[in-house]
T-cell receptor, first 113, second 113 residues
Framework: GENVEQHPSTLSVQEGDSAVIKCTYSDSASNYFPWYKQELGKGPQLIIDIRSNVGEKKDQRIAVTLNKTAKHFSLHITETQPEDSAVYFCAAPMKSSGDKLTFGTGTRLAVRP | EAQVTQNPRYLITVTGKKLTVTCSQNMNHEYMSWYRQDPGLGLRQIYYSMNVEVTDKGDVPEGYKVSRKEKRNFPLILESPSPNQTSLYFC????????????FGPGTRLTVT
């Protein structure tokens, strides 16, 4: 069926280093790709999104890249800080399910001080 | 402040005792949905609503009911809760289903004994 695969499931980096999380999707008609950050005890929060007509989008230390041919998109966090520690989810709408947003299984990022 | 609120935040109940988790948004969003979050399974959609009086099943609707009598409210009803419904529940809303980021509530942790 239509799904979104996310890797890695856990990621540990040293403060100041970069972190990259990758997602692949199966529905070639998907055209909107959001990323969510979930801190402990809170609901997911939208941090950045990208639409299919662009290849990259940046917002300060975070960026998202999209490769529609390969059907994958990635979240890049530069100069990581301890407050970046959280669970990150990617998502993509599945056209075959009426654009229902399907989520990846999450990446737990730990930034070591 | 734009937000999605859920109540209660924590609930411990017994098998078979009907319960309702309320959800309300103040952003005039048309699209609302309920998710459950379980370890290793990510976010799975239970039910969604495209607008008032329009609801439909998500991926895991069994054992749940919803209603959308007003645009701002989208309660989740468990008529006869069972232990396998012990989970973390999130309500979310967005302007539309397609191509817009979802705003999540803070979550309701439900334990059914």
């Amino acid at each position: 069926g239509e799904n979104v695969e996310q890797h890695p499931s856990t990621l540990s980096v040293q403060e100041g280093d970069s972190a990259v999380i990758k997602c692949t999707y199966s529905d070639s008609a998907s055209n909107y790709f959001p990323w969510y950050k979930q801190e402990l005890g809170k609901g997911p929060q939208l941090i950045i999104d990208i639409r299919s007509n662009v290849g990259e989008k940046k917002d300060q230390r975070i960026a998202v890249t999209l490769n529609k041919t390969a059907k994958h998109f990635s979240l890049h966090i530069t100069e990581t800080q301890p407050e970046d520690s959280a669970v990150y989810f990617c998502a993509a709408p599945m056209k075959s399910s009426g654009d229902k947003l399907t989520f990846g299984t999450g990446t737990r990022l730990a930034v070591r001080p | 402040e734009a937000q999605v609120t859920q109540n209660p935040r924590y609930l411990i109940t017994v098998t078979g005792k009907k319960l309702t988790v309320t959800c309300s948004q103040n952003m005039n969003h048309e699209y609302m949905s309920w998710y459950r979050q379980d370890p290793g399974l990510g976010l799975r959609q239970i039910y969604y609503s495209m607008n008032v009086e329009v609801t439909d099943k998500g991926d895991v609707p069994e054992g749940y009911k919803v209603s959308r009598k007003e645009k701002r409210n989208f309660p989740l009803i468990l008529e006869s809760p069972s232990p396998n419904q012990t989970s973390l529940y999130f309500c979310a809303s967005s302007l539309t289903r397609e191509g817009s980021g979802q705003y999540f509530g803070p979550g309701t942790r439900l334990t059914v004994t």
